[in-house]
Each structure stands twice: as structure tokens, then as C-alpha cells.
């Protein structure tokens, strides 16, 4: 009781409008400061977090280079014929962002919740719950950003960008992180051993393989078709591509509303979750 009433005074005036909607003891106004430690963490290891924006880029080179001088052409978004490195390399843009996120909100988390038990050190500070998983999934949404940059600069060094509506790539990228961190660290909340971590794989693989990163669409069938147009890198996917080749409309805004409410439910499960399992 105590610790809660510290966190209520410890809450800053700017988040007023905030702590109408969380329950008081949720969230201290703190989750800056789980981003620093993560960085001064990590500063040393700075070549784990470049080496991961490699992967994409193998991959560009491999199929869309490599396979991509067997296939002429591929259409694209719009119907007209595109590269195949120009088809590929902005769903490896898409899966690059998504990669970054997920492996870093489920492996690493897990490893801070359930063995150095730091969660439950930081909740004896004005931290709760909230700034946790606001500062966990910010810090996967910055480590998706820097690889979803990178990987950018290659696209744009090797001439597969082609409209200036690419510009607004990155910050579609880091919304996508910023929703797969969040439901990455929601679905980590509920795994008991490192042997769960095969069902993020589970659901990791088949996304990249089959959410139109490599083959058109129109390759499935109907009923698998409609399968893919429910998966959320599908639709990350389709966001990169508009925006890479310059096929912008309407329906992209359905795409971010699909990513701002998976991130909105991700944060709130993963909040209300470690509050159950570290405050009770």
C-alpha cells in the first residue's frame, strides 16, 4: 500500500490525462529511465545490434540478386511489372523491423523477468508495471529502428527506392516494431520456460514465408489468400512496398490503424500481466 502511494506522488503533472485511464500504482512516469539503462547496457555489445541489420541484407543479395536474375519481372502493388529485388527488398524491410522487435521483447525480457529477477528490483522504485513494458517495448522499437535504417541505406545505395514517399518508410517501420515489441512482450508475459520460446519461432517463420515477402499474392489459393491478408507482416509489407515504389492511397491508413491497435493491445496486456505477476 505504502509503495503504491509512493508512486501516485512520484507520478509527474504532465501525465494527468494518463492516470485517468491506468489504475494508480501502474505507471510512475519512468519508463525513460529502463531506455537509458538498456543503452549504457548494450553499448558494449553495439556489434550485436549491427550485425542483426545484416540478415535482411544477405537475403537481398542472395534471392533478390541472386534468384531475381531468373525472374524477369514480378507485379507489383499497382498490377505493373517490378524487379524482383524491387518486389523483395521492402518486405525484407517490413521483416527486418519485425525481427528486431520480437527477438528482443520476448528473449530478453523473459531472461530479466524470470532469471536476474530485475523487474522485481525496479518495482521497489517509483517504476510500475506500465513504465516496464513502455520502457521495454520502446527500447525493441529503437533496436527495430536501427535496423529497418539500415537496412534503408542499402536500398537506397543499391537504387530500389523510387518514389520520395520512402521518406515516410522508416517511421511506418518503427510503427511496426513498436506493435510487434508489444505484442512480443504480452506474449512473454504468459511463457513458463525457454521451451516456449519454439512457439515464437512457430510464428515467426511462417510470417516471413509466407506473408507475400518472396511471392506475389496470387500464387495461393483462395482460401490461404485470405489466410495471409489477416497476418500483421502482411500488412507491414504492403505499407513498405506502397511506399517504396510510390503506390500510395486510401487504404494504407487501414494498414497503420491495424498496427496503432496492436500496438495500443500489446502495451496494455503486457502492462496489466507483469502488474499481475510481479504486484500479487
Do not use: C
Not at 19 to 36: D, F, N, T
Not at 169 to 191: I, K, Q, S
Not at 235 to 244: C, F, Q, S, V, W
Amino acid at each position: 500500500m505504502t509503495q503504491t502511494l509512493d508512486r501516485e506522488k512520484a507520478v509527474p503533472a504532465s501525465v494527468g490525462l494518463l492516470w485517468r485511464v491506468i489504475p494508480p500504482g501502474l505507471y510512475g512516469g519512468k519508463a525513460s529511465m529502463l531506455v537509458e539503462r538498456a543503452a549504457i547496457v548494450n553499448r558494449r555489445a553495439w556489434f550485436v545490434l549491427v550485425g542483426g541489420a545484416f540478415e535482411p541484407v544477405l537475403f537481398l543479395w542472395s534471392l533478390g540478386l541472386g534468384f531475381g536474375q531468373m525472374v524477369t519481372a514480378v507485379a507489383g502493388p499497382d498490377g505493373r511489372p517490378i524487379s524482383y529485388a524491387a518486389f523483395v527488398a521492402p518486405a525484407l524491410l517490413a521483416a527486418s523491423a519485425m525481427n528486431g522487435a520480437v527477438y528482443d521483447a520476448t528473449f530478453n525480457v523473459f531472461f530479466k523477468f524470470k532469471y536476474v529477477k530485475l523487474y522485481d528490483a525496479m518495482l521497489t522504485t517509483p517504476m510500475g508495471p506500465m513504465d516496464i513494458a513502455i520502457g521495454e517495448i520502446a527500447w525493441a522499437l529503437i533496436r527495430g529502428g536501427l535496423y529497418s535504417a539500415g537496412f534503408l541505406a542499402v536500398m537506397l545505395g543499391m537504387g530500389l527506392i523510387f518514389s520520395p514517399w520512402a521518406l515516410l518508410a522508416l517511421p511506418a517501420a518503427l510503427l511496426v516494431a513498436f506493435a510487434f515489441a508489444a505484442v512480443g512482450m504480452a506474449a512473454t508475459t504468459f511463457m513458463r520456460s525457454w521451451q516456449d520460446f519454439d512457439l515464437v519461432q512457430l510464428a515467426v517463420l511462417p510470417l516471413f514465408l509466407f506473408s507475400t515477402t518472396f511471392y506475389p499474392l496470387s500464387v495461393y489459393p483462395g482460401w490461404l489468400q485470405t489466410v495471409v491478408t489477416w497476418t500483421p507482416l502482411y500488412h507491414a509489407i504492403e505499407l513498405m512496398r506502397g511506399l517504396t515504389l510510390g503506390v500510395v492511397g486510401w487504404g494504407m491508413l487501414g494498414h497503420v490503424a491495424y498496427f496503432a491497435v496492436l500496438a495500443a493491445v500489446g502495451t496494455v496486456v503486457a502492462a496489466r500481466r507483469l502488474g499481475t505477476l510481479l504486484l500479487d
